[in-house]
């Protein structure tokens, strides 16, 4: 249920008629959620590691034009939600599966603000976490994914190696620290347009970078060495597991460079409901490409939620 205290939206960076609200996780955690009312129902939207809400607001403009709702979570750890070290730029967790507990909360709330039937849209770690949540026993009308986290390229052994660091650095402190080449500064707040593996419209990249500038607040940098081991081990266990039974979009960019898309494809050849679209020329964020991909992909996503919600 949302708590007595609203919270706020960055004004100018998202679409009117929204509110905010903070929810106190089942373990205590202070979260920020936003909903946008609409009459075809809503959609509940699962931002990636080192989003914020506001980033969606194009995304929620486009759902509002179809007249589709939206609900968009600040995962704990970023946005506006708690941090969870004393550095506010670290990008950790102390067990992935925390992200479930946060998962919990926003449904819990959605009961209240949107009740009906709610599909889902997830983005990278979003895509992670949904998908751990329909194999436990979520069940949605259907869901939607854009480069879902379901894997990383990574040198050999290095996987290894990082759940090997971590659990001996753990019991010390010294795994909410940056992984390996990162920093505070590592991801979009550095980044150059020119070969970014985010986005290959310009216009998109500096709208997201803008907001970083304009409210630092809501950044955070490279991941903790404890979030990198924990999220490693969670890909591998969802690997092992059967896909669920649910109505599913998958969305890849051709020249996908931040998750695997040997893992994406593998799943989604593996999930007999599940329709992979790929987008040559896209990078990792489907959401924040240029009109053609981004408006493609959600009019497919919305297409699956209103043949699901008829049964069809």
């Known amino acids: 249920m949302p708590g007595p205290e609203a919270a706020s939206l960055l004004q100018g960076d998202v679409p009117e008629g929204g509110r905010a609200f903070w929810l106190r996780a089942g373990d205590g955690r202070r979260l920020r959620l936003a909903h946008w009312p609409g009459p075809r129902g809503h959609v509940l939207i699962l931002p990636g590691r080192t989003e914020w809400i506001e980033k969606y607001g194009e995304v929620v403009a486009l759902l509002a034009k179809a007249g589709w709702g939206a609900l968009i979570l600040d995962w704990r ?106 920093g505070p500064e590592y991801g979009l707040s550095s980044m150059v347009y020119a070969g970014n593996p985010l986005t290959s419209d310009r216009a998109q990249f500096e709208r997201m970078q803008a907001q970083l500038v304009a409210h630092p607040q ?23 597991a059967p896909s669920p039974r649910v109505r599913a979009l998958i969305g890849l960019g051709g020249t996908e460079r931040v998750v695997s898309p040997r893992a994406i494809r593998e799943r989604a050849a593996s999930w007999p409901q599940a329709e992979l679209i790929d987008y040559p020329g896209a990078e990792h964020e489907i959401l924040m490409e240029g009109p053609d991909v981004r408006e493609d992909f959600l009019k497919r996503a919305m297409g699956l939620f209103d043949e699901a919600r008829a049964g069809g």
């Open 77 to 182: 750890g970023q946005g506006l939600s708690e941090r969870l070290a004393p550095d506010p730029r670290l990008g950790h967790v102390i067990r992935f599966t925390d992200y479930q507990i946060d998962l919990h909360a926003a449904l819990a709330a959605a009961r209240e603000l949107a009740p009906g039937p709610l599909p889902v849209i997830a983005h990278s770690m979003g895509g992670c976490i949904l998908l751990r949540a329909l194999i436990d026993g979520l069940a949605p009308p259907a869901v939607a994914f854009s480069a879902p986290m379901w894997g990383l390229d990574q040198p050999f052994g290095l996987g290894a190696g990082l759940r090997a660091g971590a659990a001996l650095t753990g019991p010390f402190g010294r795994d909410a620290a940056y992984a390996p080449t990162t």
């Open 218 to 240: 809501i950044a955070i940098g490279g991941p903790s060495l404890r979030w990198l081991a924990a999220a490693l081990v969670e890909m591998r266990r969802l690997r092992r």
